[in-house]
C-alpha cells in the first residue's frame, strides 16, 4: 500500500508535468534538514491539500551562505548508486530526480521546492551551458519533466529513470532551463569569517604582490572560496613561509599538514608549495563550513575540528590559544 504521503507525492509529481499547481505537501515528504509538511487545524493533510492547491514554484531559501556549486555535486555524490523510486524523498528507499537535486541541496541548508518544474525556477537562470557550472540545475523537456544536477565537462548527476539509480552521466540533449542556486564565492553571513573567506577576485588584485608563493594562493583562494589573504597568513605562522619546514610532531610543508591530515586531503607531497596550499584551502575551507566563524576554523586547523567540539570553542591549549591570535595578526598585516 501507497499510504497518503505516497498518494501526495505521486500527485504532486504528475501536476509537475503537466505544469499544473501542486497539493501542499506531505508530511515528511518536502521540507529540507527534516522539516515536514503539517496537518491543516481542523482537517486532515490529505483533505486540506486538496483544497490549498497552492505551490510555492521559483522559491530557494538560502540558510548556508558559504555553500558552493561544488559542495552542492559532493552533496549529490553521496547518493550514487541509490535506486530511482519513482515519488520517493527517503535515500533509503530511493530516490527520483527532482528528491535528488532537493536532498543535495537540503544537505547543505538550502531549501528548494520539491517539484522538477519548480527546481526549474529556482535561483538565477544561466544563458547556456557553456556557461554552466558546477553544482547548476539543469532541467529538460517543455513542460520540464526532468532535473539534474551539473558536474561539469558535459557531465550531470542524476537519478534518471526506473529501474535505474542515481549516476554521473552526459547530458545527452540540450537542457531547456538552466539555474543557479549558488555561488562559487559566496560570503559567510554575519560571521567573522565574512572577509576571510572573500576570494582574491572581490579583494582587489595584486594585494599578495611580494608575498612568497602569492600568484598560488590566489589560485588556491578562489578554486576553494578562500580569501587568499587568509592561506597566506596560515602560511606564514605556520612555516614562515618555507616548503621544507618540518615540526617536532612531523607536520610538513609550507601549510604544515599532519601526513595522515594529508592524505585525507589528497595531498601526496606535502613539500610541493602546489599541493600544500591547496590541501590547506581544502581544510580551511571546510572549517569555515562547519563551525562559521574564523577563530573556530583556525582552532580547527591547529587542534583538530574534534577538539573545537569537546571544547564548545577554542581548546585550552596554550599552543592554540596562541595561534589563533596570531593568524588573525598575520591576516591584518596582509590587509584581510
Excluded at 519548480?118 to 558546477?134: H, T
Amino acid at each position: 500500500m501507497m499510504g497518503v504521503s505516497g498518494v501526495l507525492n505521486r500527485i504532486q509529481e504528475l501536476q509537475g508535468h503537466l505544469g499544473l499547481n501542486p497539493v501542499n505537501p506531505a508530511p515528511g515528504t518536502i521540507g529540507a534538514n527534516g522539516t515536514t509538511g503539517t496537518t491543516a487545524p481542523g482537517g486532515s493533510t490529505f483533505a486540506s491539500a486538496l483544497t490549498n492547491a497552492t505551490g510555492q514554484a521559483g522559491t530557494a531559501m538560502r540558510l548556508n551562505s558559504q555553500a558552493t556549486g561544488q559542495n552542492v555535486v559532493d552533496a549529490a555524490k553521496k547518493y550514487l548508486g541509490t535506486p530511482y523510486v519513482f515519488g520517493s524523498t527517503d535515500p533509503k528507499r530511493g530516490l527520483d530526480c527532482s528528491s535528488l537535486v532537493q536532498r543535495a541541496y537540503s544537505d547543505l541548508g538550502i531549501k528548494l521546492p520539491r517539484l522538477s518544474h519548480q527546481q526549474a525556477k529556482a535561483g538565477e537562470p544561466v544563458a547556456n551551458l557553456a556557461q554552466a557550472k558546477p553544482g547548476d540545475i539543469l532541467a529538460f523537456d517543455s513542460p520540464v519533466d526532468h532535473v539534474a544536477i551539473y558536474v561539469g565537462d558535459n557531465k550531470m548527476i542524476a537519478a534518471p529513470k526506473p529501474g535505474d539509480q542515481v549516476k554521473i552521466q552526459s547530458v545527452y540533449e540540450k537542457p531547456t532551463h538552466i539555474r543557479r542556486v549558488v555561488s562559487d564565492f559566496s560570503a559567510v553571513a554575519g560571521s567573522n569569517a565574512a572577509a576571510a573567506v572573500r576570494p582574491a577576485s572581490l579583494q582587489g588584485s595584486g594585494s599578495l604582490n611580494g608575498v612568497p608563493y602569492g600568484d598560488l594562493f590566489v589560485k588556491a583562494g578562489n578554486r576553494y572560496g578562500v580569501s587568499p589573504k587568509l592561506l597566506a597568513a596560515v602560511a606564514k605562522v605556520e612555516s614562515s613561509y618555507d616548503p621544507q619546514a618540518v615540526s617536532k610532531a612531523g607536520a610538513q610543508g609550507l601549510m604544515q599538514l599532519m601526513p595522515s591530515t594529508a592524505r585525507g586531503l589528497g595531498v601526496k607531497n606535502s613539500f610541493d608549495p602546489e599541493q600544500a596550499i591547496n590541501g590547506g584551502a581544502k581544510l580551511l575551507a571546510r572549517n569555515l563550513r562547519e563551525f562559521k566563524s574564523l577563530p573556530l576554523a583556525l582552532a580547527a586547523y591547529n587542534a583538530g575540528g574534534g577538539a573545537v567540539h569537546r571544547y564548545g570553542g577554542i581548546p585550552p591549549f596554550r599552543e592554540t590559544q596562541a595561534y589563533v591570535p596570531k593568524v588573525q595578526k598575520a591576516l591584518a598585516a596582509l590587509g584581510g
